[in-house]
């Protein structure tokens, strides 16, 4: 079963790299979001449902914490806040993995 992935990524080069390795990847449909005011963000990610959020840790136009007190009775959600200056990635349930290799972020996708 395909998986629906959401990208809020306010770096384009960022966004393109990330974007662009998921989209290849046969078990993932993933569609960017960038440029948006946040209540226009946060209607896109209802109308289109994902089944998993990333978001830069540090994004400016919409703060981590809100995306995730949004959607905390949302759990069919996951999101996933990269911080790409050390390689670690936070995942909603609050756990963080270090990523070593491409494949531990697609591991942690799935």
């Not at 989209?23 to 998993?52: K, N, R, S, W, Y």
């Not at 007190?69 to 759990?75: D, Y």
């Not at 491409?102 to 591991?107: T, Y």
């Amino acid at each position: 079963m395909r998986k629906i992935i959401v990208i809020l990524e306010e770096d384009q080069l960022i966004n393109a790299g990330v974007q662009s390795f998921l989209a290849a990847q046969e078990c993932f449909d993933v569609i960017g979001l960038e440029g948006c005011e946040p209540t226009q963000i946060i209607q896109e990610i209802e109308m289109i449902q994902p089944d998993v959020i990333i978001i830069d840790q540090n994004n400016q136009t919409i703060p981590l914490g809100d995306l995730l007190s949004h959607f905390e009775n949302t759990p069919n959600i996951r999101t996933i806040a990269l911080n790409i200056s050390n390689n670690q990635i936070q995942i909603c349930d609050k756990r963080q993995v270090q990523i070593h290799q491409l494949s531990d972020f697609i591991n942690v996708l799935l």
